[in-house]
Structure formats: structure tokens, C-alpha cells
């Protein structure tokens, strides 16, 4: 399994920026796809997710201002990003659960300057 995250970068505030995560080596279509994101000094937390049958859910922070959406074709999920503030400036992973062990991708850096 291998996943590849882009699109990270450095965004003013109130600004925005689209991930993509790229899979390799799964049957991508039947899987949850994960974007979690980890702060300096904070831990790793879930930030998205969208199911096989495109069902989403977000954590509280960014309901509404970000937007997980996936295509089965081209093998991908992204993560929208609109209204970005300081709070948002992380590393951000996709992710993904095959075989009861979690896969990551190495990490994208968003930082937002205010």
C-alpha cells in the first residue's frame, strides 16, 4: 500500500488549499479514506473522512470549511480547504485501514500566516 500526499503549502489567512492523496496497491473504490492532520506539540488528529460509498464526516473544527471528496478512478482523495486560519497549520496525512493495520502517507506541510 502506498499513499501519496500533495498540495500542501504556505496560505494566508481566510485563504485556501486543496490536498490530494494518491493510492497505489489496494482496491481503492471498497475503502474509508482518512485525512488526519498533526500540530507541532499536539497529537495526531482525524480531520475527514469519506466511506466507499462517499459518506463524510468531519471533526468540529473544520465543519463547514473543509470538503473531503474522493474519485474512484483516478484513485484519489482530497481535502478542500477554504477559510484557513492559524489553527490549521499542521502536517496533514491521508490515510487508510487494510488488513487491521493503518496505512500512512508522508505527510503534507499547511501553514497559514495571519
Known amino acids: 500500500v502506498q499513499l501519496q500526499a500533495s498540495g500542501g503549502g504556505l496560505v494566508q489567512s481566510g485563504g485556501s488549499l486543496n490536498l490530494s492523496c494518491a493510492a497505489k496497491?489496494?482496491?481503492?473504490?471498497?475503502?474509508?479514506m482518512r485525512w488526519h492532520r498533526q500540530a507541532p506539540g499536539k497529537e495526531r488528529e482525524l480531520v475527514a473522512l469519506?466511506?466507499?460509498?462517499?459518506?463524510?464526516n468531519y471533526t468540529d473544527s473544520v465543519r463547514g470549511r473543509f470538503i473531503i471528496s474522493r474519485n474512484n478512478v483516478r484513485r484519489k482523495v482530497y481535502l478542500q480547504m477554504n477559510s484557513l486560519n492559524s489553527e490549521d497549520t499542521a502536517v496533514y496525512y491521508c490515510?487508510?485501514?487494510?488488513?487491521?493495520?493503518?496505512?500512512w502517507g508522508q505527510g503534507t506541510q499547511v501553514t497559514v500566516s495571519s
Open positions: 496497491g489496494i482496491n481503492f473504490r471498497i475503502h474509508t
Open positions: 469519506i466511506t466507499d460509498k462517499g459518506e463524510t
Open positions: 490515510a487508510i485501514r487494510w488488513r487491521a493495520a493503518d496505512y
